[in-house]
């Protein structure tokens, strides 16, 4: 009830700013699959929030894929 921007909608400036990106590659021959939002990378091949982090930390290859985090690319 105090905060003022309880219940609004956030831009998509802000949106940007907030959402973290998971790169994903293909362990095998490093082929560039996709830029996923941590949630839906998780979602989308079936992984734990943590395991994801974990791999992303780590740089392992986990399932046949590597995860990256936008501070470590691998593509250009």
Do not use: Q, W
Request: aromatic share 12%.
């Amino acid at each position: 009830m105090n905060n003022p921007n309880y219940g609004g909608k956030k831009s998509t400036a802000t949106l940007a700013k907030i959402i973290k990106l998971v790169y994903v590659y293909n362990s095998e021959d490093l082929k560039y699959i996709g830029s996923f939002p941590t949630v839906v990378c998780s979602k989308t091949f079936k992984i734990g929030k943590d395991t994801l982090s974990k791999y992303i930390k780590s740089g392992l290859p986990f399932k046949g894929k590597i995860y990256s985090s936008s501070r470590t690319k691998l593509h250009i």
